[in-house]
């Protein structure tokens, strides 16, 4: 256990970081659901808004203008590639839509190849047994993308605001690993990690989190990285008024 003043602990709890959001439309025949709830509830871990239409619409609304709404303004259109997407009128319609609007199309395969209008975009292949490694290659494969990687990087260093437990909170800071971070973004990290044991004191965060510090050991604020050294052991904080 390890004391601090509540001086450092009010200043602490501030933060710089303002996080940009990720929007990606999940588009799947309602048949394929099952498998689409699995990945949205991957993907939402890191803080990735997902619309799913069958799902995120309720009876009230009119569907096919919150649809057109949800295409119009996501950053990622991924159609989840199953005998019953191409047997689906809908969602043919949602892949030409997002193909006109020249979105970022990252198509997943369950059975069937991508066809039609991207015919020539490589799909990743999903596998239903371990969602959580195919989610982790969506990101990989998101992050090649220029325009998007600064918000996906956010999303995911936001996300250490929702850990449950030190896996979790392990998992998180691995899927960090693919990325470059500037002051303000490492600073938020060993900040988060500084509040949040189950950041910091897993075997596995405790080893990323020791190369970040040496990597980075001149961009992170020097308080942040002074109050995170004199905690980084121990599994609680006291504070003293």
């Not at 989840?80 to 047997?87: E, G, I, P």
């Not at 220029?146 to 990087?153: E, T």
């Not at 899927?175 to 470059?180: M, P, R």
């Not at 020097?222 to 905690?231: H, M």
């Amino acid at each position: 256990m390890v004391e601090i003043t509540r001086e450092e602990w009010d200043k602490i709890k501030e933060s710089d970081f303002v996080a940009k959001s990720l929007r990606l439309f999940l588009s799947y025949s309602s048949k394929d659901r099952r498998i689409a709830g699995k990945i949205k509830n991957s993907l939402e871990q890191f803080q990735i808004r997902v619309f799913l239409a069958h799902e995120d619409i309720t009876p009230t609304q009119e569907w096919e203008e919150e649809i057109l709404h949800n295409l119009n303004n996501c950053d990622i259109f991924c159609p989840l590639l199953t005998k019953n997407f191409v047997r689906s009128e809908w969602t043919s319609q949602e892949l030409g839509i997002a193909f006109c609007k020249q979105k970022f199309i990252l198509p997943l395969k369950l059975d069937v190849d991508p066809y039609g209008f991207i015919n020539k975009i490589q799909a990743l292949k999903i596998n239903e047994d371990v969602i959580d490694d195919s989610v982790k290659r969506i990101i990989e494969i998101i992050n090649r993308d220029k325009i998007l990687r600064d918000s996906l990087r956010d999303c995911v260093i936001q996300s250490l605001e929702k850990v449950n437990d030190f896996d979790s909170g392990a998992k998180r800071l691995a899927i960090l690993e693919i990325f470059e971070f500037n002051n303000v973004q490492i600073t938020e990290i060993f900040r988060k990690a500084i509040i949040d044991n189950q950041i910091r004191m897993s075997r596995k965060g405790k080893r990323q989190l020791r190369k970040w510090l040496e990597e980075y050991s001149d961009k992170i604020d020097p308080f942040v990285k002074n109050l995170f050294e004199k905690v980084r052991d121990e599994f609680f904080i006291t504070i003293s008024e």
